[in-house]
Nanobody
Framework: QVQLVESGGGLVQPGGSLRLSCAAS??????MGWYRQAPGKQRELVAL???????NYADSMKGRFTVSRDNAKNTVYLQMNNLKPEDTAVYYC?????????WGQGTQVTVSS
C-alpha cells in the first residue's frame, strides 16, 4: 500500500524559509515532487524530480524553491526560501509510477506577518 506522509508546513513571515518533507512507502517512484493549491484556485505544479535527479520547476518558483530527493530514504524535500504571501497554500506531495499518480494529504503553508 502506497503512503505519502508530508511534514514541515507552518506559519512563516514574508522573506522566511521552510523545508517540506515527504516520506514515501509502498513502492519506488520514478517521479516525486510537489504541487500546491491556494484557496479558490486550481492545484498547480511547484516542482518535480526524477529518480535520476532531473528537476522541473514552475517558472514562478525557480530561484526560490529547491526540490531534492533521497532515494535511499524514499523521501522528497522542498526547500522554500524568500517566501511571499502568495505562496500561501496547501502543499501536496506527489509521486508517480509510469502513469499512476499518488498524493499525500497535504500540509498547510501560510506566509503572513
Amino acid at each position: 500500500q502506497v503512503q505519502l506522509v508530508e511534514s514541515g508546513g507552518g506559519l512563516v513571515q514574508p522573506g522566511g524559509s521552510l523545508r517540506l518533507s515527504c516520506a514515501a512507502s509502498g513502492s519506488i517512484f520514478s517521479v516525486m515532487g510537489w504541487y500546491r493549491q491556494a484557496p479558490g484556485k486550481q492545484r498547480e505544479l511547484v516542482a518535480l524530480i526524477s529518480s535520476d535527479g532531473t528537476t522541473n520547476y514552475a517558472d514562478s518558483m525557480k530561484g526560490r524553491f529547491t526540490v531534492s530527493r533521497d532515494n535511499a530514504k524514499n523521501t522528497v524535500y522542498l526547500q522554500m526560501n524568500n517566501l511571499k504571501p502568495e505562496d500561501t497554500a496547501v502543499y501536496y506531495c506527489h509521486a508517480r509510477i509510469l502513469i499512476v499518480s499518488y498524493w499525500g494529504q497535504g500540509t498547510q503553508v501560510t506566509v503572513s506577518s
